[in-house]
């Protein structure tokens, strides 16, 4: 038996996945049901439903799209830049995604705050991509040196959230990039 190709993604299921991505982000997920999604979309139920058994199986492949982008950002940039350069375009591309015009916060922070139940198939998907992003950030710190990479990595994340969540509330993003620059790197180099 040959082996099995994959399939090309059918543009049902890509206009399907770009209005959920749209309105989830700029509504948030409980606040748009499938049948908005349907319509803003253009496909039928049986469409919808061939492809998404349910609202939370889109949920999930949204939020799992938007972690395969920042996965291979991550990863190119890491191929191509040097330990420091890294932690440079780090902190640029949080600050590019968060000095933009809409900006609505972290889409995995604001999913997780709408579904409380951590074992919940979303929730899931949010841990495994902020595991990921915590074990390239521990590389990070393990690569500058540091004693306890783990802890660093922790407390870099935990400046990002807060970078994205005060230029989601406030928008004065001027001092945001300075700031989780100059406290990043006295982490990396703790």
């Known amino acids: 038996m040959p082996p099995m190709l994959d399939k090309p993604e059918s543009s049902a299921r890509r206009r399907i ?49 938007v972690a395969s982008r920042e996965r291979l950002a991550f990863i190119e940039a890491r191929e191509r830049l040097d330990d420091d350069a890294l932690w440079r375009w780090y902190v640029e591309s949080i600050i590019e995604v968060g000095c933009v015009p809409g900006f609505r916060g972290c889409p995995f922070i604001n999913a997780a705050a709408e579904y409380s139940d951590a074992a919940h198939d979303v929730r899931v998907a949010v841990a495994r991509h902020r595991g990921w992003v915590q074990d390239r950030l521990t590389e990070l710190a393990e690569r500058h040196g540091s004693s306890e990479p783990r802890r660093v990595a922790e407390e870099i994340q935990m400046l990002r959230d807060g970078a994205l969540v005060l230029a989601a509330l406030d928008g004065r993003t001027d001092r945001i990039g300075s700031v989780l620059d100059d406290a990043g790197r006295r982490l990396l180099r703790a």
């Open 17 to 65: 996945l770009d209005s959920a991505s749209s309105l989830f982000y700029t509504l948030g997920v409980r606040a748009v049901s499938a049948d908005r999604v349907i319509a803003d979309s253009g496909v039928s139920k049986v469409t919808f439903y061939r492809h998404f058994p349910s609202k939370d199986d889109l949920v999930v492949a949204y939020l799992e799209e």
